[in-house]
Nanobody
Framework: QVQLVESGGGLVQAGDSLRLSCAAS????????MGWFRQGPGKEREFVAR????????NYADSVKGRFTISRDNAKNTVYLQMNSLKPEDTALYYC?????????????????????WGQGTQVTVSS
């Protein structure tokens, strides 16, 4: 069983930055691929970023490339999402997710069903 707790959300203005954190309770955290998803008002939950186990290969949604950076600290059992140049369209509830299988195919990492464990989310609101 893996427990995930997100933090770091808040209300910011367009152009500002935030760093989200996801703390994991898992004995095998280093073996988990970790992802961030978000769900805005009236929208489906969508993929944001993923970092693999091992060497830490990353994947990003096109909408956040160049602005967001995912990273992990295995010693702290924590994954981060650094969000820069925030836009109003980034407003959403951001979820941390864990993938214990860690296949990492680009066609699969964007789907919620690839991930077995989820946090409860942290709200990010960006005003114009």
């Amino acid at each position: 069983q893996v427990q995930l707790v997100e933090s770091g959300g808040g209300l910011v203005q367009a152009g500002d930055s935030l760093r989200l954190s996801c703390a994991a309770s898992a004995r095998t955290f280093s073996n988990l691929a970790m992802g961030w998803f978000r769900q805005g008002p009236g929208k489906e939950r969508e993929f944001v970023a993923r970092i693999s186990r091992g060497i830490g290969i990353t994947n990003y949604a096109d909408s956040v490339k160049g602005r967001f950076t995912i990273s992990r600290d295995n010693a702290k059992n924590t994954v981060y999402l650094q969000m820069n140049s925030l836009k109003p369209e980034d407003t959403a509830l951001y979820y941390c997710a864990a993938d214990r299988d860690s296949i990492g195919l680009p066609s699969l990492v964007v789907h919620t069903t690839t991930y077995e464990y989820w946090g409860q989310g942290t709200q990010v609101t960006v005003s114009s």
